[in-house]
């Protein structure tokens, strides 16, 4: 397959030289009387990084090639050889046995598997930074959960950075995102039927823009909101450094319509032919195109340093500079979060893993290749017969005739091509390139031969599972990253006055809707990766750990928690009521020490045993008594004492009931135990009181005695021991 691989040369050789200057060299960029000059800075610099980078674009466009399993310049992309109308009948059309597509899904398999949990923790312990770092959290939960960046976006990115070597994800703010704004529904119905409705102040008169014209509104307004960007490494192009942290700019190039350029950007329709506008890399025919519909649009990027404090975005088209301002957001740095692949020292880019096996996948293939034409072309049987001996019409078959004049009859030869050693050479180049891929037979479901004990395998899979954590560890950075930034975005962009609906994790595991309020995005949190939980990811072997786990440990998780555990995906049909008294006791934890939310008193019907087990518990952390404001510590003393009164009022009318609740370590806690004994009896007093009561001296009157059999009491003084099991002393010596 043929291929032009300049799709980053420049039509116009205006500027072809690197700028000698920096770009703060220049001056007020934000001027629009200096946007010749940044336009030319811009051009030359980016055509120098252009052919800076051109072979390492070649190298990612065969990779990608290899990828599609595309090796052999025989092989077609754009029809099968049966549409061309090629008579290959004679011929042995070459195979690609396309390791590199398994190795790469197995690679993104394996690192999408560790889904990283991200926690906001706060600052300090006020009770305003802990309940705004738990709405943070579930923002960011949100945000994900909208742009599906979970279950779309991390599949596609950690893709091409596994086939590219690294690729980058822009954390932006789209204001034509979010819900529509509150004050915007009053015009929808008018903006429907006439297309465009004059905006209103409050005493209804027309709103003026800066030139004393009534504004008009074509669109609905939203509120704005954080979108996610993959963009191709082959579309960036960055400053040359050494260290990706040291890089201060960086250019992404964004192929738009002409229509929208003729909206957005009129003043730069004569610059839609200049430059590379009309060379585009076509990733699904794996060509240079010249596309006429398209325009390139370049954004530089440069973060806020010390020779440039305010930073800069900047659009360039063609060679015009059409829009200029300083970096929009808080931090100062580029809004990209970029992974890699294979990091090499002194090397600014990534490298794919693919660049370092193609040599051995290519050479697999070429044996493939040749066992198959050994195979077509020779091993089929043969008849051999002298010439003239028989009737060629009589063996009316595939099989290859071989005529030759000698003595000899006619024989069925059958020959062995492909030796042996030719086989095993094939498996021990599959052996090497998944070694150096970091993929073994074991992740692939092929064992080493002779391996078949469970701990063996398990052993393998642990050692393969090490040299992952390099990359385990940059991909969760990577997602921690991310969730900073997309906090960012929200605080920089968020107003106090929206009023946004976002959906949190509540308490039960459910899913609810609740308002978010902007003040909480003014703090300042850490976000960190929290793993995932030890317990298995198998559906299967989760339900098995936990189940050995309740037998070995009966005592220390409850049946009902374990039934939690399970995370039934019905669980409504399987829950029963001790499951759901400890589900409905974390929802009151939750609201307790979050400090939000209206708490009920504990009620008659209610399991109060299981809830005061889940609720001592929270009591007993040590974040409980070291971290928890003093008004949430006594919210939580009053609920229990609550739940405590009512189990003591229970007992008095039940003693097996009462039982129970002495078997409870600590209880009560709060409520005094007295109450829950019952009151003895007045006494009577006359002749009606009759003899005293038998007993031993000091026993209060009105509580039941258990008085040991005379044969006790004798055996016992015999041996000068009490009843109550001490030496007798004179005062109580019978």
């Known amino acids: 397959m043929s291929s032009n691989f300049d799709a980053f040369e420049s039509d116009s050789d205006t500027y072809v030289n690197k700028p000698k200057e920096e770009i703060w060299e220049l001056g007020d960029i934000y001027s629009k009387d ?24 070649r190298s990612i466009e065969h990779n990608l090639s290899l990828y599609k399993g595309i090796q052999y310049q025989s092989q077609s992309i754009k029809e099968s050889a049966r549409d061309q109308g090629i008579d290959r009948s004679q011929s042995i059309t070459k195979i690609v046995s396309n390791h590199i597509y398994d190795l790469v899904q197995n690679k993104v398999s394996r690192l999408i598997k560790y889904r990283p949990g991200i926690v906001a923790l ?65 015009y929808l119905k008018d903006l429907n039927e006439k297309g465009e409705v004059l905006l209103k102040s409050d005493d209804g008169t027309p709103e003026l823009d800066e030139e004393g014209k009534p504004i008009k509104l074509t669109k609905a307004v939203k509120y704005g909101d954080t979108v996610y960007e993959i963009w191709f490494t082959m579309d960036c192009l960055l400053e040359r450094k050494d260290q990706y942290a040291k890089v201060d700019y960086m250019y992404h190039r964004e192929l738009k319509s002409r229509g929208e350029i003729k909206r957005k950007y009129p003043e730069a329709l004569d610059q ?58 808080t931090s100062g740095q580029l809004p990209v979060e970029r992974l890699t692949d294979i990091d090499l020292p002194g090397q600014v880019h990534g490298e794919s893993f693919i660049t370092m096996i193609k040599g051995l996948t290519g050479t697999y293939n070429n044996l493939t290749n040749i066992i198959l034409r050994n195979q077509v072309m020779v091993s089929h049987p043969k008849w051999v017969f002298p010439a003239g001996s028989i009737k060629k019409e009589s063996l009316g078959n595939d099989i290859t005739l071989v005529e030759y004049k000698g003595p000899q009859p006619p024989a069925l030869v059958q020959q062995n091509p492909t030796p042996a050693e030719v086989f095993t050479f094939r498996d021990n180049l599959k052996t090497e390139f998944q070694q150096i891929s970091g993929i073994f037979g074991v992740s692939r479901g092929e064992p080493p031969p002779g391996i078949k004990a469970g701990v063996a395998l398990q052993f393998l899979a642990e050692q393969e599972n090490e040299r992952f954590n390099e990359m385990v560890l940059k991909y969760n950075e990577w997602i921690r990253q991310v969730a900073v930034k997309t906090l960012e975005r929200c605080a920089d962009n968020y107003e106090a006055d929206d009023k946004r609906m976002i959906m949190v994790l509540g308490t039960q595991n459910k899913w609810m809707t609740t308002f978010f309020d902007v003040k909480y995005l003014t703090r300042k949190y850490d976000v960190r990766v929290q793993n995932a939980s030890a317990l298995p990811q198998s559906k299967a072997a989760r339900t098995q750990y936990l189940l050995d786990l309740n037998q070995q440990f009966p005592e220390q998780v409850p049946p009902e928690m374990v039934l939690d555990l399970l ?40 399991d109060h045993i299981m809830m005061w087990k889940v609720h001592v518990k929270q009591m007993r952390e040590w974040s409980f008594k070291n971290q928890t404001p003093p008004e949430i510590q006594q919210r939580m003393k009053d609920h229990v004492a609550a739940h405590e009164m009512l189990m003591i009022d229970r007992a008095q009318k039940n003693p097996a009931y009462l039982e129970q609740c002495m078997a409870l370590p600590g209880w009560p806690i709060f409520f005094p135990i007295e109450s829950a004994m019952p009151a003895p009896s007045p006494a009577p007093i006359g002749p009606e009181a009759g003899p005293p009561a038998e007993g031993p001296i000091g026993a209060e009157p009105g509580l039941p005695v258990n008085i040991p059999p005379p044969e006790l009491v004798d055996q016992l003084e015999a041996e000068n021991i009490t009843p109550t099991g001490g030496p007798i002393e004179p005062s109580t010596a019978i």
């Open 122 to 186: 706060p600052t300090s312990n006020e009770l305003e930074d802990r309940v705004g770092a738990k709405m943070s959290e579930s923002l960011i939960r949100h945000i994900w959960y909208l742009q599906d960046f979970e279950g779309k976006v991390q599949n596609e990115f950690v893709k091409l950075v596994h086939v590219m070597g690294e690729a980058y994800l822009a954390v932006l703010w789209d204001p034509n995102q979010g819900e529509i704004h509150e004050d915007m529904k009053d």
């Open 567 to 606: 995370d039934i995906s019905q669980p409504e049909k399987f829950i029963d009521y001790s499951t759901a008294t400890v589900r409905a006791a974390e929802a009151e934890n939750e609201s307790i020490m979050q400090g939000v939310g209206k708490l009920n008193d504990p009620q008659d019907y209610e």
């Open 34 to 57: 200096k946007w010749d000059e940044v336009a030319k800075w811009l051009v030359g610099q980016k055509n120098w990084l252009q052919s800076e980078n051109r072979e390492r674009f």
């Open 272 to 329: 839609t032919t200049a430059d590379d506008g009309n060379n585009y890399y076509d990733y699904e025919k794996m060509q240079v195109k010249k596309l006429h519909d398209k325009v390139a649009v370049w954004t530089f990027y440069h973060r806020k340093t010390e020779n440039l404090p305010k930073g800069a975005v900047i659009k360039l088209i063609g060679n015009k500079v059409v829009d200029c301002k300083p970096l929009p957001y």
